[in-house]
């Protein structure tokens, strides 16, 4: 069965950094696109970054364009995001998933930016 395993959460000031990663089990990733999803209380899901199988083509929700930076380890099967720049309306549990969303989500990592 896949698993998504999302760490590198955490409580950190407005403007600080974070480094996420998520880890995939059970069913090689390298041959699929994956993102980085967040959900914040009371909103939908969304989609905030993603990169292709190769990393040659990576993509940005515009609130976060410039200030993070997605990669990806396929030797590994780890994808990871990497967030400077930090802003309370970051505040949001983060998942990883093939993109699109093709397996169960993970338990995500709480991301929590206070001001």
């Known amino acids: 069965q896949v698993q998504l395993v999302e760490s590198g959460g955490g409580l950190v000031q407005a403007g600080g950094s974070l480094r996420l990663s998520c880890a995939a089990s059970g069913r090689t990733f390298s041959s699929y696109a994956m993102g980085w999803f967040r959900q914040a209380p009371g909103k939908e899901r969304d989609l905030v970054a993603a990169?292709?199988?190769?990393?040659?083509?990576?993509y940005y929700a515009d609130s976060v364009k410039g200030r993070f930076t997605i990669s990806r380890d396929n030797a590994k099967n780890t994808v990871y995001l990497q967030m400077n720049s930090l802003k309370p309306e970051d505040t949001a549990v983060y998942y990883c998933?093939?993109?699109?969303?093709?397996?169960?989500w993970g338990q995500g990592t709480q991301v929590t930016v206070s001001s």
């Open positions: 998933n093939a993109n699109p969303p093709t397996t169960p």
């Open positions: 990169i292709s199988w190769s990393s040659g083509t990576t």
